[in-house]
């Protein structure tokens, strides 16, 4: 499966590089518009919408009221929308995008969101293969798309990658919907507790279990958190004027380059061993009163993908800062290398080999949490948070 996962996000990675390499010198300024305004207003609404849905322990007895929990999906996107937008529209430091890009991008999340419950699903049963692709596929139709609206159009740069994003959003959307409607009429064993097609969508006749509420509730405080903590830097260039576009622009196109190993390695291992944890957590609660056969094989596959992350970690490290400079100038050229590119892939490089372990141990820690001790540990990525927004 992580084998699987890695060549589906290595492909849309490696078109993105191309994309990048193809039209730097055309869309330098542009780039630094939408990777940091525009595309941060997107996962901003993506990563607040998913994170909950995925990792809360919201599958309990009841299927139907499971169902009808992920589809709080869309709400909760629209909510967030509106929300963002009008916030980045007051306060983000570039006031003079066109209101059809800027809409272009939370319209985005919310088509994406409208198949969240579908990811949801192929995450609790199973279908890593299925999650897999569709993630995949969004990322690389995002590129695609953008390179054939370039080279076949004239449009303005923002309005391509704006169109660019909802239609591979479109695309994502029905790949899941098609999908799904042909795993129910396939009589997919994974999906043997639903009845049919129409027991993916939500149920009026079940209420929504509170208990599920109050532990997506609790996750979404501690997605907040978490975001400032991942994304500060670019909310501190997105809302302030301390760096001028171009800078930006390199500072995206490096931090491409440098989370290629965190995106096609380190991501879907985390992904699917939070799936594997929670799992193994959920089904036998009394795991660490005891030390039983379960217990030992939950520490002893912790232990042995920590070693592997960490392996990962240093060897990007150990040969990623020496040939820094040489990636640099071949991916981006004199645009990257002469705007300090090399010590920003350097540094990233020694970056990786902490987000190795945390990522692992994350996945492990909150897999174990109940909601109260989620809800403490927010209180220390709050302070986290600020201190980090500070530094930056």
């Known amino acids: 499966i992580q084998i ?18 193809i039209t730097r010198n055309e869309l330098q300024w542009p ?3 939408v990777h940091f305004r525009l595309f941060l207003l997107y996962n901003t609404i993506l990563f607040l919408t998913r994170e909950p849905m995925r990792k809360a322990n919201i599958l309990r007895s009841s299927l139907p009221s499971f169902v009808n929990v992920i589809w709080l999906s869309p709400l909760i996107s629209v909510a967030l929308s509106v929300l963002c937008t009008l916030f980045w529209r007051t306060f983000s430091s570039s006031h003079d995008l066109p209101y059809h890009v800027l809409l272009a991008y939370p319209l985005s999340a919310i088509i994406e969101s409208l198949a969240e419950p579908f990811a949801v699903i192929s995450l609790r049963f199973s279908l890593s293969g299925h999650f897999a692709i569709a993630q995949s596929l969004l990322i690389l139709l995002q590129r695609v798309f953008v390179l054939i609206l370039l080279l076949s159009t004239s449009m303005y740069h923002l309005d391509i990658f704006a169109y660019a994003q909802v239609l591979s959003s479109i695309a994502y959307l029905l790949f899941h919907y098609i999908g799904f409607l042909h795993y129910s009429r396939s009589a997919m064993p994974e999906l043997s507790s639903f009845a049919g097609y129409r027991s993916f969508f939500p149920q009026p006749g079940y209420e929504i279990d509170r208990e599920s509420l109050s532990a997506i509730g609790t996750l979404f ?16 260039m997105t809302f302030t004027e301390l760096m001028s576009l171009k800078s930006q622009a390199v500072y995206d196109a490096v931090e491409k380059v440098g989370s290629l190993v965190a995106r096609i390695v380190l991501a879907p291992l985390e992904e699917m061993c939070f799936a594997y944890f929670s799992n193994t957590v959920n089904q036998n609660s009394k ?10 094989a939950l520490v002893q ?17 150990v040969f990623g800062i020496p040939y820094s400079p040489l990636a ?33 141990t ?8 109940n909601n ?18 500070m530094v930056t």
Request: proline fraction near 1%; charge should be negative.
């Open 4 to 21: 699987e996962q890695g060549i589906f996000k290595g492909v849309p990675s490696t078109a993105e590089n191309v994309s990048w390499s």
């Open 328 to 360: 640099v100038y071949l991916y981006g050229g004199h645009l990257l290398y002469d705007n300090g590119g090399a010590v920003l892939l350097s540094l990233y490089c020694m970056y990786l080999s902490v987000l190795a372990v945390n990522g692992i």
């Open 301 to 317: 596959n912790f232990s042995i993908v920590l070693h592997v992350a960490c392996v990962c970690g240093l060897v990007v490290s």
């Open 31 to 33: 780039v630094g518009r």
């Open 287 to 296: 795991i660490f009163n005891k030390n039983t056969d379960t217990h030992d």
């Open 362 to 369: 994350e996945c492990f820690a909150m897999a174990t949490m």
């Open 221 to 236: 405080a501690h997605s907040i958190m978490k975001q400032l903590m991942t994304d500060g830097s670019a909310y501190v």
């Open 372 to 389: 109260a001790q989620v809800f403490s540990h927010g209180g220390f990525l709050f302070l986290s948070a600020l201190a980090h927004l």
